[in-house]
């Protein structure tokens, strides 16, 4: 079974741009989340959804959005970049059981610099 | 305080001895933990989960979980250098979030 996919690999922008990430994830699994990794606050819950919709969403600014296609693809936007938002994107994929596991496989993640 | 805490460390562990992680969450309500093992430049991979208290074994790994401490660890037996990397423990408290400690960076020294 393949695994999580993420594009691109490697973004570099400017302040002010916007960016748009991709995720697609493992065959079945419905819910994707999103996560923000840097070197000094680690890895931080942006958002997720599960059935084209936001089910829960991390401390973020509304400058960071997503959306989620009928697929289960998942599409990350942020607008209006800052330095700050330097970081390695991580998408994690999972079946969203009833159980209490959530067993989360993450892609390989973008890595966006801000120039 | 920090909802899930590790020693950042640098740990460093000869190679055949047991490497010990150690993981402390504040959320009493968290039903399920994680450990993800993290290599330099790459993404986290998921290695254990455990839900129960106790311990749960695969292969050369034990997690453990004392939900009373509100403690989880991670042994590593036979410690090889490609288990050298950065250990990542993650908490479930609900609502499909993971929540992340700064990890702690281990390395096996041959």
């Known amino acids: 079974k393949a695994g999580v996919t993420q594009t691109p690999r490697y973004l570099i922008k400017t302040r002010g741009q916007q960016v748009t990430l991709s995720c697609s994830p493992i065959?079945?699994?419905?819910?994707v989340s999103w996560y923000q990794q840097t070197p000094g606050q680690g890895l931080q819950f942006l958002f997720e959804?599960?059935?084209?919709?936001?089910?829960n969403k991390g401390n973020f600014p509304g400058r960071f959005s997503g959306r989620q296609f009928s697929n289960s693809r998942s599409e990350m936007n942020v607008s209006t970049l800052e330095l700050g938002d330097s970081a390695l994107y991580l998408c994690?994929?999972?079946?969203?059981?009833?159980?209490?596991?959530?067993?989360?496989?993450f892609g390989p993640g973008t890595r966006l610099t801000v120039l | 305080q920090k909802e899930v805490e590790q020693n950042s460390g640098p740990l460093s562990v000869p190679e055949g001895a047991i490497a010990s992680l150690n993981c402390t969450y504040s959320?009493?309500?968290?039903?399920?933990f994680f450990w993800y093992r993290q290599y330099s430049g790459k993404s986290p991979e998921l290695i254990m989960f455990?839900?129960?208290?106790g311990d749960k074994e695969d292969g050369r790994f034990t997690a453990q979980l004392n939900k009373a401490s509100q403690y989880v660890s991670l042994l590593i037996r036979d410690s090889q250098p490609s288990d050298s990397a950065t250990y990542l423990c993650?908490?479930?408290?609900?609502?499909?979030?993971?929540?992340f400690g700064q990890g702690t960076r281990l390395t096996i020294n041959p």
């Open positions: 994690a994929s999972s079946q969203r059981t009833s159980g209490s596991s959530n067993e989360q496989f």
């Open positions: 065959s079945g699994h419905r819910s």
């Open positions: 959804y599960f059935s084209e919709t936001q089910r």
């Open positions: 959320d009493r309500g968290s039903q399920s």
């Open positions: 455990i839900y129960s208290n």
């Open positions: 993650a908490v479930y408290p609900g609502a499909q979030k993971l929540v």
